[in-house]
């Protein structure tokens, strides 16, 4: 994920993002101001009486800037943070919470602002910095002290509405720049508990996701009958158009446990009825991976498999019903849909165009080092191009004597040449961000070819396909944050542009490997 990666469901995870505004009062009490400037109380006064967020926004900013000691200042920084919300400029509210924390630090309305800011921030960027942040400020707003001019029920009321989203900025921060998937399903459970059955179907769905989600992930906090029940929660009450994205998951851990699908219409019903089962709740879990495989083989043509059925073969397997797989798979071709892990060019071409020469020399340049495609200059502008190639590149003779002759240069172009891309297909593969094929290509692709790393080769009419020949697998066990895998090389790979016309499958005879 370039964005928040571990939401594979980014439309559905922007609902309830939305601060609260009415939250918090409007703090428009001018008691205890002591203002002895007539100017100075002129222009609090004209800030003060602006009914428009944007122009209150604006004129307090203009009367911290002309008073920034006044008496105010701890007043105007809150109607700023405030004006700005309501006029809906996140940075500008942002930046008065912040501000107004170095005068007044337990200040529970900018913290909650601040936090829901930055959690959102660490949402679409999944900077660890800003994720950090989130959760150090919600850490210190759960352990915020009442004023003492605050009343018990006020305060009451305002610490509900700020903890669930203090809790949740934790929880994503233990996510993305922790990996900590047990602490994320504490804070996401203590959060969604203290929502009531309505609130959960709301603002509360998302980090119902979220959980599911933390509970899917592969390694010790793994737990897939809880997962399952909070995926069909989600279904549940998630708009129509999220439901389709939402129920593969679902049936996919839910095979993945229980074998089959009987039984999971009962369980989107028991769903509804609350964010978590009941005490004693159980899914049976399906037989071992090994004894579920063997059975399959002996009742299905292994060669009908979908392409991640049969990685599951060669991952879980017992090594006879693992190598009699490979006898069908190996030297046949095959799609590979999935998602791009890694395509690291370890050379580019190279053209240049010249005065007087309406064609360009090309050259193909070895890297002194493999680069991610996102690294080539975009675009013919020569300076840049140049100072790539000499970065990076070892060119010849004739290229670098061509290279000097800047006063020629017209354009040069630069593309990437990726020999092998490394792909994630199956689900567990995406979640822990492994590759389970890795896809030699006959000849280097270009970079233009290639989706960018995290974006997806599919089956789409029309779409950009990979292909290549089975060449070896090997079985990869499982680790503390990972599951048992396969990691299977693919020979003889193709790029097919979209569009293009596929090419006739190789059909070779299965190789001859001794029997076990």
């Known amino acids: 994920m370039k964005k928040y990666v571990f939401a594979s469901v980014m439309a559905l995870a922007s609902i309830g993002l939305a601060l609260t505004p009415t939250m918090f009062a409007q703090a428009q009490d001018q008691k205890g101001l002591s203002i002895q400037d007539p100017a100075e109380y002129n222009d609090y006064q004209m800030f003060f009486t602006q009914t428009n967020p944007k122009t209150k926004a604006e004129a307090g900013e203009a009367f911290l800037k002309k008073y920034p000691q006044s008496v105010a200042k701890q007043t105007v920084l809150q109607q700023v943070m405030e ?39 660490c949402g679409k960027t999944s900077d660890a910095q800003t994720c950090d942040d989130a959760g150090t400020l919600a850490q210190k707003g759960l352990q915020v002290t009442k004023p003492a001019a605050t009343a018990q029920d006020e305060w009451d009321k305002l610490i509900a509405g700020a903890s ?72 549940d009450f998630a708009p129509q158009q999220y439901k389709t994205q939402i129920e593969p998951k679902l049936e996919y851990y839910y095979k993945k446990f229980h074998g089959k699908l009987d039984g999971l219409d009962q369980l989107k019903q028991q769903a ?18 090994q004894d579920q495989i063997h059975t399959l083989l002996q009742s299905t043509d ?29 030297g046949q071709q095959t799609q590979v849909p999935g998602t791009v892990l890694d395509a690291s060019a370890t050379s580019m071409k190279v053209a240049v165009t010249v005065v007087g020469h309406p064609r360009a020399d090309e050259f193909t340049v070895p890297l002194k080092s493999p680069q991610p495609c996102s690294a ?61 094929f890795i896809v030699n290509l006959k000849e280097p692709a270009s970079c233009k070819q290639i989706p960018a790393v995290g974006s997806d080769f599919t089956t789409n009419p029309g779409a950009a396909e990979l292909v290549g ?48």
């Open 376 to 436: 080539f200059p975009q675009g013919e502008e020569a300076a840049a191009a140049k100072e790539f190639i000499n970065a990076n590149g070892t060119p010849d003779g004739k290229l670098t004597s061509l290279l000097s002759e800047s006063s020629r240069i017209r354009r040069i172009s630069v593309d990437g040449l990726v020999p092998s891309v490394k792909m994630a297909v199956t689900q567990d593969a995406k979640a822990a961000k492994v590759a389970d």
């Open 469 to 516: 020949t089975y060449s070896s697998y090997r079985q990869v066990p499982a680790t503390s944050t990972t599951s048992q895998a396969a990691e299977i090389v693919l020979s003889d790979g193709q790029v097919i542009p979209g569009e293009a016309k596929k090419p006739t499958p190789v059909h070779h005879a299965p190789a001859h490997r001794p029997a076990h």
């Open 164 to 235: 669930p989203i203090f809790h949740s900025a934790i929880a994503l921060d233990d996510v993305v720049s922790k990996k900590d998937y047990k602490a994320a399903q504490d804070q996401y459970t203590d959060e969604l508990k203290m929502y009531n059955d309505e609130q959960s179907k709301s603002m509360g769905l998302t980090d119902t996701l979220l959980l599911a989600q933390a509970y899917s992930q592969p390694g010790s906090a793994q737990n897939l009958p809880l997962a399952c029940w909070l995926y069909a929660r989600v279904w």
């Open 272 to 289: 509804q009825g609350s964010v978590f089962p009941a005490s004693g709740w159980s899914l049976a879990p399906a037989p071992s991976p």
């Open 83 to 121: 004006a700005d919300q309501a006029a809906g400029d996140q940075d500008g509210a942002l930046s008065a919470a912040t501000r107004l924390l170095q005068v007044d630090p337990n200040n529970l309305e900018a913290i909650y602002f601040s936090v829901a800011i930055k959690k959102a921030q």
């Open 302 to 330: 292994p060669k009908s498999l979908a392409l991640a059925d049969k990685e599951t073969v060669l991952a879980m397997g017992a090594k006879a019903d693992a190598d009699s797989m490979w006898t069908v798979l190996q």
